[in-house]
């Protein structure tokens, strides 16, 4: 993760003039008979539509707005895909995570083990409950994308249902290992403002026993499933999975790219929310005057709610940033991203800022809280 430093980051956002949306969906869908037909982005001029955002300052504990439905909250600007359904939008049926077309891990990757204790160090990580078999998917998803800015994403409402993004998250905070990570930038002790935990080894040939600097862990069984079905309905690849969970409203992440070098160009992340709504702000890097435009370019800012996935790709950690900022009395959320590194020191980088060096949090289930406990590995060695 590229990033200004953690919790420091406060820039004014970009008010309310422009725009990348030609098309705005308010949170009641319109009857389909009613409903505007897809604008095609045709390039230049998009960005100049209105849209109708909030105001925001970065880090200003502004309370949550996902629940006022009279806001327009997601931004749909239509470019024509194979798996979009435009004219449908209340259709609800769903695919599973069975008979997926290939098994994952592939069976020719020597290095994605199935978990075991060791992968799993330095805590096993049992199955998941069989109401989680199978996975319930929403597979139709609303393009955004505007090739003057460089914006390109992909948004599964609701991509899996809410009873199993509710099991899947009550599973992942009791079985799963956390971290507060600390470390050092230029001099300065940062404190990660959320719980993270990641599991995977990038693509290379290094056996997992090579890695002098962590011990990368095998994703778990239920993850690698997820994994699969969002492999296939984004037609990438991924090899990590990065877990973070905000316990808080006053947890949170600064903006940042995930442009690293170690994923190379223009990578494909996909981004899963599970329990509390959380706003998600997506800042282009030269937004007070867009090289192209000469223009200011607007904040983007997107309420991510229960079970929904978004899809960054194309340029979009190259020309934009994004973050997740505090918000007054928001609660628990979980954000599960899937990425593909490919070499050695996206390993030892995602190791390193999301175990770090101990101390381990484990989840209280009666006091439904993280509790630091005793571990003999925190995951990264010295
Ligand atoms: O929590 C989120 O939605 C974003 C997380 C993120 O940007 C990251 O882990 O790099
Ligand atoms: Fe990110």
Same mark, same amino acid.
């Given at each position: 993760?590229? +990033?200004?430093?953690?919790?420091?980051?406060?820039?004014?956002?970009?008010?309310?003039?422009?725009?990348?949306?030609?098309?705005?969906?308010?949170?009641?869908?319109?009857?389909?008979?009613?409903?505007?037909?897809?604008?095609?982005?045709?390039?230049?001029?998009? =960005?100049?539509?209105?849209?109708?955002?909030?105001?925001?300052?970065?880090?200003?504990?502004?309370?949550?707005? $996902?629940?006022?439905?009279?806001?327009?909250?997601?931004? #749909?600007?239509?470019?024509?895909?194979?798996? %979009?359904?435009?004219?449908?939008?209340?259709?609800?049926?769903?695919?599973?995570?069975?008979?997926?077309? %290939?098994?994952?891990?592939?069976?020719?990757?020597?290095?994605?083990?199935?978990? %075991?204790?060791?992968?799993?160090?330095?805590?096993?990580?049992?199955? $998941?409950?069989?109401?989680?078999?199978?996975?319930?998917?929403?597979?139709?998803?609303?393009?955004?994308?505007? $090739?003057?800015?460089?914006?390109?994403?992909?948004?599964?409402? &609701?991509?899996?249902?809410?009873?199993?993004?509710? =099991?899947?998250?009550?599973?992942?905070?009791?079985?799963?290992?956390?971290?507060?990570?600390?470390?050092?930038?230029?001099?300065?002790?940062?404190?990660?403002? @959320?719980?993270?935990?990641?599991?995977?080894?990038?693509?290379? =040939?290094?056996?997992? !026993?090579?890695?002098?600097?962590?011990? $990368?862990?095998?994703?778990?069984?239920?993850?690698?499933?997820?994994?699969?079905?969002?492999?296939?309905?984004?037609?990438?690849?991924?090899?990590?999975?990065?877990?973070?969970?905000?316990?808080?409203?006053? #947890?949170?992440? &600064?903006?940042?790219?995930?442009?690293?070098?170690?994923?190379?160009?223009?990578?494909?992340?996909?981004?899963?929310?599970?329990?509390?709504? @959380?706003?998600?702000?997506?800042?282009?890097?030269?937004?007070?005057?867009?090289?192209?435009?000469?223009?200011?370019?607007?904040?983007?800012?997107? %309420?991510?709610?229960?079970?929904?996935?978004?899809?960054?790709?194309?340029?979009?950690?190259?020309?934009?940033?994004?973050?997740?900022?505090? @918000?007054?009395?928001?609660?628990?959320?979980?954000?599960?991203?899937?990425?593909?590194?490919?070499? @050695?020191?996206?390993?030892?980088?995602?190791?390193?800022?999301?175990?770090?060096?101990?101390?381990?949090? +484990?989840?209280? !289930?009666?006091?439904?809280?993280?509790?630091?406990?005793?571990?003999?590995?925190?995951?990264?060695?010295?």
């Amino acid at each position: 993760m590229k +990033r200004s430093l953690e919790s420091t980051s406060s820039p004014r956002s970009s008010k309310r003039q422009a725009s990348l949306a030609s098309f705005l969906k308010p949170k009641t869908a319109p009857s389909p008979a009613k409903a505007k037909p897809p604008i095609i982005a045709n390039g230049e001029g998009n =960005e100049d539509r209105p849209i109708i955002l909030d105001d925001d300052d970065e880090g200003d504990l502004k309370p949550l707005t $996902p629940f006022d439905k009279s806001k327009a909250k997601v931004i #749909d600007l239509f470019l024509p895909s194979n798996n %979009t359904n435009l004219n449908n939008p209340k259709q609800t049926e769903r695919e599973t995570d069975e008979n997926l077309p %290939t098994p994952w891990p592939p069976t020719n990757h020597p290095y994605h083990p199935p978990p %075991t204790p060791t992968y799993n160090h330095p805590i096993l990580i049992p199955p $998941p409950p069989t109401s989680l078999h199978p996975l319930h998917f929403n597979v139709n998803p609303k393009i955004i994308h505007n $090739p003057t800015t460089d914006l390109d994403l992909i948004y599964y409402k &609701s991509f899996i249902d809410k009873s199993s993004s509710k =099991e899947l998250m009550n599973y992942l905070l009791e079985n799963l290992p956390w971290y507060r990570v600390k470390y050092t930038v230029r001099g300065m002790n940062i404190n990660t403002p @959320r719980y993270t935990t990641v599991f995977g080894k990038d693509s290379t =040939e290094i056996p997992w !026993s090579g890695y002098m600097k962590c011990r $990368p862990r095998a994703v778990p069984e239920v993850m690698q499933r997820l994994m699969r079905k969002v492999e296939q309905v984004t037609s990438s690849q991924f090899n990590f999975c990065l877990i973070n969970y905000y316990s808080s409203g006053l #947890d949170s992440i &600064s903006y940042h790219s995930d442009s690293e070098s170690f994923l190379g160009p223009n990578p494909t992340i996909a981004s899963l929310t599970l329990g509390y709504p @959380r706003d998600f702000h997506l800042r282009h890097v030269n937004y007070k005057n867009h090289p192209r435009t000469g223009k200011e370019v607007p904040v983007e800012k997107f %309420t991510l709610e229960d079970g929904d996935m978004v899809i960054m790709k194309g340029k979009t950690q190259h020309e934009w940033e994004h973050s997740v900022p505090k @918000r007054k009395s928001a609660k628990g959320r979980i954000n599960i991203t899937f990425r593909k590194g490919i070499v @050695r020191y996206a390993t030892e980088n995602y190791y390193n800022y999301n175990v770090g060096k101990g101390p381990l949090y +484990r989840w209280d !289930s009666e006091e439904k809280e993280m509790r630091e406990v005793e571990c003999s590995d925190g995951g990264v060695k010295s």
